[in-house]
Every structure is written in structure tokens, then in C-alpha cells.
């Protein structure tokens, strides 16, 4: 693991494959690590003459952290947001799209593919919005356009997200059970959990950083981020949207809104897919992925 200065911050980053290697830039999900990108899934992209590299969004991981500003307050986001006023809040997606764009330019790269996840997927269209002249495709996964006219995830799946768990350590049964319980219920139909995995991978998070306001300050920073269809129309990038029919986080019309309002973008539906990337998926994805960024080949 590495550590680069970048607007204002510190972020983490490891990278697979050679620096001579066209450049995938993967960015991870709301309050999810790097790791989340797993060894198998970023050295089967390198396998391919890729310069993979994954890092530790600002809020988690060993990144710089904002956990000495105040507990959000989300009455107060919503209340702002409603009367038109700038929520009080630490940072924003663009600040986040602007750290990912800084570590390239700490990494001395020109141009590269920028693959996104849920929120990472938002940070993604912002940075293929903002600096076209960076990004060479953009991969959108189970993400969303932020038009506020599409169907939200249900009362209860939001309760799941942004009830605290447990102390990792204090209560580790207790974390380790709310934490899978909010996996199995964004999971997928279509591929078996499997829970020994994802739970290594929890306290392997946990472990790295424990940090558990960073999610709420991520929600803001999405919440401030608006209907970003305006931006998404300007994207000239080869574009390929990838969701799962069965996410019930952002439900499939969030990717569809997505892909229609980016000039020529591709929408791969994949059947049995949740919020999430199961490891049965990473040749499906990765061939999707190669070939948005080599279209000719």
C-alpha cells in the first residue's frame, strides 16, 4: 500500500500490473475500501495488459479522515436541501472526483479508464463529466443518475444502511451480524452468498479503519450532488452502464436513467445481480469492462 498527497488529502493506493500498462482507475463504494476491488478481480484486469490500480476514497480506509467534524445531522441535510440552502457538510462528490483526478496526476498519468461502483459509479460520471480530457471509457456500476424522479430503495433497505452497527470491537457478533445481515438483503438471487468470505472481508475493513460516521458524511456528500443528468449528457467517453436486475438498493431503472442520458452508452442488465459484484461475475465483468475501454479489439 502506498500514500500520495492529494487535494488537500492523504490517499491510499495499491496498484497490479505494469506502469507502462494503459491505466483502469477503480473507485470503490459508500463507506467501502479499496479491498472491496479484490486481488482475484483487479489481477485478472492487469492479466489483460491493464495498469489496474484501486484506492481508499477520502472518510475511509487508511485515506484522510473527517471524523472530527460534527455527527450529520440528516433532519438538518434534508431540511436545507428542501429550502434551496448549502448544507453545512465536510466535502462533496466533486471533491471526491477531484481526489481521483489528483491521484493521477501523482501517479504521472495522462488519460485512463475510470471504473465506478454505487457511489464510486457517481464519483466516476462526475470525473468523465469534468475532465474528459483524463478519461479514456467510463464503467458505471449499480450506480445512479441522481434524477430525482426514480424509484428510491425501500424504507426498509435505507433503515438497513444507515442503522450504526456495533463496535468490530466491542461487539463483534453483534457488527459481524448487522453487517451481513444489510449484505445478504442487497445480495442478489442469482449466486449463492457466501458468508465466510464476506465476513473476513468486514473485519478485514473494520481492521484497516474503523470509522463509523464516515457513512453519513458520504450520504451527504451524495445527497448535495443533485439530479446529475445535465453533467452525464456532456460525457463523450465510451460509456458502458453495468447493473443487477435484483438490486434493490438502486433498482434497475437507476442504471437504464443512467446509460439514456450519457450519448452513446452502453446498458448491460445482468440477471441475478444485486448490489453487489460476486466473484462468479468478475469474467463477465472484466470482458465488459475490456471491452468498453478496447472497443476495436
Known amino acids: 500500500m502506498n500514500i500520495v498527497k492529494v487535494n488537500g488529502v492523504e490517499l491510499a493506493y495499491d496498484h497490479f500490473g505494469y506502469e507502462t500498462d494503459e491505466a483502469i482507475l477503480l473507485i470503490a463504494g459508500l463507506g467501502t475500501q479499496m479491498i472491496r476491488w479484490t486481488v482475484p478481480f483487479c489481477e485478472g484486469l492487469a492479466a489483460r495488459g491493464f495498469r489496474v490500480i484501486r484506492f481508499d476514497n477520502r472518510d475511509v480506509g487508511c485515506s484522510t479522515h473527517f471524523s472530527h467534524y460534527r455527527t450529520m445531522d440528516f433532519a438538518a441535510l434534508a431540511t436545507a436541501l428542501m429550502s434551496g440552502q448549502r448544507p453545512d457538510i465536510p466535502y462533496t462528490l466533486d471533491d471526491m472526483a477531484n481526489d481521483a483526478i489528483g491521484l493521477l496526476d501523482a501517479l504521472s498519468i495522462d488519460r485512463a479508464h475510470i471504473v465506478g461502483r454505487s457511489m464510486g459509479g457517481m464519483i466516476a460520471q462526475i470525473a468523465a ?103 452525464l449528457a456532456t460525457i463523450k467517453a465510451p460509456t458502458l452502464v453495468i447493473h443487477g436486475a435484483d438490486d434493490p438498493l438502486f433498482v434497475p431503472a437507476c442504471g437504464e436513467d443512467t446509460a439514456s442520458a450519457i450519448p452513446g452508452a452502453e446498458f448491460m442488465l445482468i440477471d441475478g445481480m444485486g448490489h453487489d459484484i460476486p466473484h462468479q461475475l468478475y469474467l463477465v465483468i472484466s470482458d465488459a469492462i475490456e471491452r468498453t475501454a478496447r472497443p476495436q479489439s
Do not use: C, W
Open 129 to 231: 463529466s469534468e475532465y474528459p480530457e483524463r478519461v479514456l471509457s467510463l464503467t458505471s456500476i449499480m450506480s445512479s443518475s441522481g434524477n430525482p424522479a426514480l424509484p428510491q430503495a425501500s424504507p426498509e433497505v435505507m433503515a438497513m444502511m444507515t442503522t450504526p452497527a456495533p463496535n468490530p470491537f466491542e461487539d463483534e457478533a453483534g457488527f459481524l451480524a448487522h453487517s451481513l445481515s444489510f449484505a445478504k438483503r442487497i445480495a442478489g438471487t442469482g449466486y449463492p452468498f457466501e458468508e465466510d468470505a464476506y465476513r473476513a472481508l468486514v473485519l478485514e475493513e473494520a481492521r484497516r479503519a474503523y470509522d463509523p460516521g464516515s457513512v453519513g458524511r458520504q450520504i451527504a456528500a451524495i445527497a448535495v450532488s443533485g439530479d446529475r443528468r445535465p453533467r
